[in-house]
């Protein structure tokens, strides 16, 4: 058995990508777009995997957008996507500079969560020791869900 990709769809394409690619910094890595189906698939991977991914699409996030416009709502039992990250403090304030609300903020110098555009949840991990805490992140409250 091998692991391949997690699917999730998408209301806006653009501001996904924006998410995940401007300021998450996945990589492209494969466009499927159905005229007959009226359909997109958009596959993701984190820039430390892009070889493995252009090669066996995996492991990768597929961005699922249907032409036409849905209404889709969250599950709980969905959980979360999950990334490894060079500096969590960085990446923290590069999305809360771009807007994006930090749902539970790295306190600890290790994890935080946000969600996409979609409403799905991120976890973000400190790559090997979690930083020292550090404002103001350290005071900082959870915001709604995640």
């Not at 159905?34 to 698939?41: A, M, N, V």
């Not at 996409?116 to 404002?135: F, K, N, R, Y």
Request: overall charge negative.
């Amino acid at each position: 058995m091998k692991y391949l990709h997690t699917m999730v769809r998408v209301r806006d394409l653009d501001e996904s990508m924006k998410f995940y690619c401007d300021l998450l910094g996945l990589v492209e890595v494969k466009r499927y777009d159905s005229e007959q189906g009226r359909f997109s698939l958009i596959y993701l991977a984190a820039p430390d995997q892009v070889e493995q991914a252009q090669q066996s699409f995996s492991p990768t996030i597929e961005l699922t957008y249907n032409w036409d416009p849905e209404e889709y709502t969250a599950g709980r039992n969905f959980g979360h996507l999950a990334f490894a990250v060079e500096s969590i403090y960085a990446l923290c304030q590069k999305l809360q500079d771009a807007g994006v609300v930090i749902n539970r903020p790295p306190r600890c110098g290790h994890m935080a969560f946000v969600k996409s555009p979609d409403g799905i949840s991120i976890e973000l991990l400190q790559q090997g020791d979690a930083l020292p805490p550090a404002e103001p992140w350290q005071s900082m409250e959870n915001t709604g869900s995640w």
